[in-house]
């Protein structure tokens, strides 16, 4: 592909519940090696958004392609195959297993040996080491490597999103969708997490795209932002273009900064506890 393609793209895309257009016409434009944030209040389509991405919502209208190829029907298997991974706004992390295991259950698909499974071949022990030593690794990057055989459910909830995102890269993404990765997140571990983001595109030339609430993490980290409000695409340029937006400030940090003025929702836990039923 030509540089000036982008990595997705994401057009027109639309997606009705009965009366409801939850995404109406968006284009996204995500260039590889950024980090894209998706911004917007809560209920402005960016999960409904992921989920078409990623294949688990079938849109109603639009086209998703990535690195120039369409996506369009593909289940969320096929998309993960072409390089497409994915995080969860709810946290999905297997508790009773051991942080090494979660992680590796994300590469399964890249596993190649086969029917030597059934007898543990050597072919099959060897790939089965270097899965465990690349689980290892993308442990040590997240910074919980210490923790590896400790039992998932037992981390506290930084290192359990932490977990996921391990978990997403082990099959190799080019690109990578992180759904609120610093929600419920205390300040030292949402700056642990903004190093790790920054870490993923400059030494690992992975893409992002981000939906995020925390303000100060989206401005300091996003190359771009795509912002929605009621479905809707209201802007889309920098962080500092978006920021002076009036579009933005009216529909978005205008109404963030009413809330902490008047100190009647806090600016991190609104509307989470409604959203946690999905
Ligand atoms: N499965 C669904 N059925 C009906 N309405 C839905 C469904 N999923 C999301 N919605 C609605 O679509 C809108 C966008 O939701 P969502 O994409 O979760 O927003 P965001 O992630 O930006 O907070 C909301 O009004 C939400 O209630
Ligand atoms: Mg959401």
Not at 124 to 136: D, M, S, V
Request: with cysteine.
């Amino acid at each position: 592909m030509s540089s000036s393609s982008p990595l997705l793209a994401v057009e027109g895309l639309t997606r009705r519940f009965q009366g409801l257009v939850a995404v109406d016409g968006v284009d996204v434009a995500v260039r590889e090696g950024t980090v894209h944030g998706l911004i917007g209040p809560n209920g402005a389509g960016k999960t409904t958004c992921f989920n078409m991405i990623s294949g688990v919502l079938p849109p109603s209208e639009g086209r998703v392609s990535l690195d120039g190829h369409p996506l369009d029907g593909l289940p969320p298997y096929r998309r993960t195959a072409r390089g497409l991974a994915r995080t969860f706004q709810n946290i999905r992390i297997f508790s009773e297993m051991t942080v090494l295991e979660n992680v590796m259950t994300g590469m399964h698909a890249r596993l190649t040996a086969g029917l030597g499974i059934l007898w543990r071949s050597p072919a099959f022990r060897a790939e089965e080491r270097a899965a465990k030593a690349r689980a290892r690794d993308l442990l040590g990057f997240v910074g919980l490597l210490a923790a590896a055989d400790h039992r998932a459910g037992d981390l506290p909830y930084g290192d359990q999103r932490r977990l996921e995102i391990a978990r997403a890269l082990a099959c190799e993404p080019r690109l990578v969708l992180l759904d609120e990765p610093a929600a419920g997140m205390n300040p030292a571990e949402t700056h642990a997490l903004l190093g790790l983001l920054r870490r993923l595109r400059d030494e690992r030339g992975l893409t992002l795209l981000l939906v995020e609430h925390d303000m100060p993490l989206v401005m300091s980290l996003c190359d771009r932002l795509t912002v929605l409000n009621f479905g809707k695409r209201i802007a889309d340029g920098t962080p500092a273009e978006v920021r002076r937006d009036p579009a933005v400030i009216a529909a978005y940090l205008g109404a963030q900064q009413a809330e902490a003025q008047t100190g009647a929702v806090p600016a991190e836990a609104s509307g989470h506890p409604a959203e946690a039923a999905r």
